[in-house]
């Protein structure tokens, strides 16, 4: 999971840096690099945004964000309990 603190970030903002998330991943995966997305929630209240995605490792997550221009402020690990249950948001994958 990824975290970023984004004071003042709107909807769209948050969309855009999603797109360009989604194009570094498919660059990334020319290269044997796969990195995946799979869940983009966006808290404006705490001026938050979280991502999750499949990847072999932090450092591929670094390099995508270096890729996409998007400043990630902590990278963890989760554990899913593989239910298959979504998060509750606004309908954005």
């Known amino acids: ?3 970023c603190f984004w004071p ?3 909807s769209s903002v948050v969309d855009d840096a999603t797109g360009r998330l989604d194009e570094a991943c498919a660059e990334l995966a ?3 690099v796969v990195v995946r997305r799979t869940v983009t929630t966006f808290v404006p209240e705490e001026e938050t945004v979280l991502w999750l995605f ?4 932090e450092s591929s997550l670094h390099t995508l964000a270096r890729r996409a221009d998007v400043r990630f402020d902590r990278v963890l690990a989760v554990v899913s309990d593989g239910s298959g ?4 948001g606004n309908g954005r994958p």
């Open 85 to 88: 249950a979504q998060p509750a």
């Open 54 to 57: 499949e990847a072999a490792g």
């Open 8 to 10: 003042g970030a709107s």
């Open 30 to 32: 020319t290269e044997g």
């Open 1 to 3: 999971m990824v975290e």
